[in-house]
């Protein structure tokens, strides 16, 4: 039988220690991540902007420029107490996050399918595309996700004998993963259920249910009333799960599709192309997230063997967690017609235990060339994830916000990309609030523009404005800066 394991030393024996490998990987992950890519993403200068307005005590304008603002908030304590700039205290928390999540999650594949070794499963984690893909980036997804892979940890390290104090302890996770990402609070309910079936779960069933309750209520109210714009959030959310208005919206654009986009003939079939549409919209996300893993199960000579099925107390708990998170994207998806990539991590990491079966089984059987192969593919699905990155393209923000904190007055510059604004220490601003183009009532212009257009500025601005500075870092697009004569 085929094994990682095997002829390791006394020390790689200890699961701790290879635990504490793993997370101390994962760090240079991210860390190797963010230096292909030196420009903090635009969710980040967010979060960091927001941050910077809470330590500087504007409260009312750090609400009105995020209404969930409990990321920004972990990253202005953090820094307040270290004294560490807040940009960097973002990067800190997001990288300690996503080892976390790296480390809790070979936890669980290893509890999965033990047979398989430890040391498979710290592969399979840190060549994870679903998590290399976004290690560059601070992203309040993070701690939601290690407080919900948390959160799976204990009720599994506990399914035995489970009680109200491991109880407690998961459904803060499931609050603190809530406090980031607010739709993970779907995640408690297969959690809860979990619970509730349980053996000699009768006396802990009014604690269970009515403490989750009564507190998650109580939290909840308090946001909508204390936190201004929080209330507008979470109607929003509560608006997916109108399964009325979902099937109004399908229906008209379905019948969109089929009177402008179809022929006459097939115009019937305008809604079965938008919700097919929009179901393979999950399914190449997956497939982008799971890269090979897809491919295990099919190539398995006669499936998973029963010495290596996952126990089934663990599966229904995984099943449960595949179908709520999974109906929570699909709802989301047809009430907005819009995913994120990273909206569908949770299910990828749902799936991934019962993938995992499944390449522990297929390595048994020894196909040796096949294993390699696919492994080899794996890694540089996993590697390419994570340093495939325009960040140097992107390099010419960074330089050009610098140079404006550098050389330019604080008032009468106008800059036409908030990613600028940001670097030139003069807050992040939303795209939307940014006028694009030159501004008549300022000196200076500092305007962020694709080359293909970058001509017809230059002639544009001859008459009025005094061509300054380029900045260029081999990307599609160039800063120019002016100054009005």
């Not at 304008?61 to 209404?67: G, H, I, P, T």
């Not at 990288?95 to 710290?122: D, E, M, N």
């Not at 980031?180 to 309910?189: A, K, N, P, Q, S």
Request: glycine share 8%.
């Amino acid at each position: 039988m085929f094994s990682i394991d095997k002829g390791l030393s006394p020390f790689w024996e200890n699961r701790r220690n290879v635990y504490v490998a793993v997370f101390l990987v994962s760090l240079s992950l991210s860390l190797v991540s963010i230096a292909f890519s030196p420009v903090l993403n635009r969710d980040g200068m967010l979060y960091v902007h927001v941050a910077d307005l809470l330590l500087s005590g504007n409260f009312d304008e750090a609400l009105k420029q995020f209404d969930w603002p409990f990321f920004s908030i972990l990253i202005a304590a953090v820094s307040k107490v270290s004294f560490v700039p807040s940009i960097y205290v973002a990067y800190g928390i997001a990288a300690l996050a996503a080892a976390g999540v790296t480390v809790t999650l070979a936890s669980l594949l290893y509890r999965v399918a033990p047979k398989s070794g430890i040391f498979l499963s710290a592969f399979v984690v840190l060549a994870f595309p679903a998590l290399n893909e976004y290690r560059d980036l601070v992203i309040r997804d993070w701690p939601a996700w290690f407080f919900m892979v948390l959160a799976v940890w204990l009720v599994l390290a506990r399914k035995e004998k489970p009680g109200l104090l491991s109880g407690g302890l998961v459904f803060l996770c499931i609050v603190a993963a809530t406090l980031f990402r607010l739709e993970m609070l779907f995640v408690y309910i297969p959690l809860f259920l979990f619970y509730l079936s349980a053996q000699d779960q009768r006396k802990n069933i009014l604690p269970l249910a009515i403490f989750p309750v009564v507190a998650g209520m109580a939290f909840l109210a308090g946001i909508y009333f204390f936190i201004d714009g929080a209330a507008e959030r979470l109607e929003k959310y509560a608006g997916i799960i109108d399964v009325t208005e979902i099937v109004k919206k399908v229906d008209y654009f379905g019948g969109v599709i089929g009177s402008q986009v179809l022929h006459e003939i097939s115009k019937d079939y305008g809604i079965w192309v938008l919700v097919t549409g929009l179901f393979s919209i999950v399914v190449v996300t997956l497939m982008g997230h799971l890269g090979v893993l897809f491919l295990v199960p099919a190539l398995s000579r006669s499936g998973v063997s029963k010495s290596a099925r996952m126990d089934c107390v663990d599966k229904r708990l995984y099943a449960s967690l595949v179908l709520f998170w999974g109906a929570v994207l699909i709802a989301f998806l047809f009430a907005r017609f819009f995913i994120s990539s990273r909206y569908a991590v949770p299910l990828s990491l749902s799936l991934l235990p019962f993938l995992y079966v499944c390449v522990g089984d297929f390595i048994r059987q020894n196909r040796r060339g096949l294993v390699a192969a696919l492994a080899f593919l794996f890694v540089i699905h996993g590697l390419s994830n994570l340093i495939a990155t325009k960040g140097y393209e992107k390099k010419v923000i960074m330089d050009s916000g610098r140079w404006v904190a550098e050389k330019l007055p604080e008032d009468k510059v106008h800059i036409n990309d908030g990613r600028i604004s940001f670097y030139a220490e003069r807050g992040y601003v939303q795209d939307d609030d940014v006028e694009d183009g030159p501004s008549k009532d300022d000196i200076w212009q500092v305007l962020l523009a694709d080359k293909e257009r970058e001509t017809a500025l230059v002639e544009g601005a001859k008459g009025n404005y005094e061509f300054i500075r380029r900045f260029d870092s081999g990307g599609d697009a160039t800063v120019l800066v002016f100054k009005k004569r």
